[in-house]
């Protein structure tokens, strides 16, 4: 992957950052090139992105393109446990083409090597976030055993209670 991916991957869980790599790799030999657009954000940002899209009531507003629906503490991204990824159509370390079209060969082929290192993709949710891949085997979204943790010894305090295994696999996560 490119460096800017790297940058962004390498505040993630070190198994997530495995399977990305693992996944890029797969796809490179392919001729599809991933780059990660986003990896670790505070509370802070995921509030930016959540109030982005909805009033300040917390209803959506529907005149804004949708981000998320999670606030501070609710996505996985806050635990460096979840990524957004889309393969750039000109290729490793050139200028970036984001491909967002999850029809494209490019993107399948992304999401195929993404859910065989048993990432769970978003494109499977009830409300469909294609670029977004996350470990399997945590919550689909964060509980507040891992904001308590979070709160008292940061991200380091919920890694430590990841229980997941390099080898784990559950495909097939749907949003709660
Ligand atoms: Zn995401």
Same mark, same amino acid.
Not at 44 to 58: I, K, M, S, T, Y
Not at 69 to 97: T, Y
């Given at each position: 992957? $490119?460096? @800017?991916?790297?940058?962004? =991957?390498?505040?993630?869980?070190?198994?997530?950052?495995?399977? @990305?790599?693992?996944?890029?790799?797969?796809?490179?030999?392919?001729?599809?090139?991933?780059?990660?657009?986003?990896?670790?954000?505070?509370y802070?940002?995921?509030?930016? =992105? +959540? !109030?982005?899209?909805?009033?300040?009531? %917390?209803t =959506?507003?529907?005149?804004?393109?949708?981000?998320?629906?999670?606030? *501070?503490? !609710?996505?996985?991204?806050? !635990?460096?446990?979840? @990524?957004?990824?889309?393969?750039?159509?000109?290729?490793?370390?050139?200028? +970036?083409?984001?491909?967002?079209?999850?029809?494209?060969k490019? +993107?399948? &082929?992304? @999401?195929?090597?993404?859910?065989?290192?048993?990432?769970?993709? %978003?494109?499977?949710?009830?409300?469909?976030?294609?670029?977004? !891949?996350? =470990?399997?085997?945590?919550?689909?979204?964060?509980?507040?055993e891992?904001?308590?943790?979070?709160?008292?010894? *940061?991200?380091?305090?919920?890694?430590?209670?990841?229980?997941? $295994?390099?080898? &784990?696999?559950?495909?097939?996560?749907?949003?709660?």
């Open positions: 992957m $490119d460096k @800017v991916s790297e940058d962004r =991957l390498k505040d993630c869980h070190p198994v997530l950052q495995q399977k @990305v790599r693992a996944a890029a790799a797969a796809c490179a030999k392919e001729d599809v090139y991933l780059r990660v657009n986003s990896g670790l954000r505070t802070a940002e995921q509030d930016a =992105l +959540f !109030f982005a899209c909805h009033h300040p009531d %917390g =959506l507003d529907k005149t804004k393109p949708w981000k998320t629906n999670a606030r *501070g503490g !609710f996505s996985n991204h806050n !635990f460096g446990m979840a @990524v957004d990824v889309c393969p750039s159509l000109h290729g490793c370390d050139s200028p +970036f083409a984001p491909c967002w079209d999850d029809n494209h490019a +993107f399948k &082929t992304m @999401v195929r090597e993404m859910k065989a290192q048993g990432l769970a993709w %978003g494109g499977e949710w009830t409300k469909p976030d294609n670029d977004h !891949f996350q =470990l399997a085997d945590v919550e689909v979204t964060p509980t507040a891992n904001r308590t943790l979070y709160a008292k010894g *940061g991200i380091q305090a919920v890694w430590a209670s990841y229980q997941g $295994d390099m080898q &784990t696999s559950r495909p097939g996560v749907v949003e709660a």
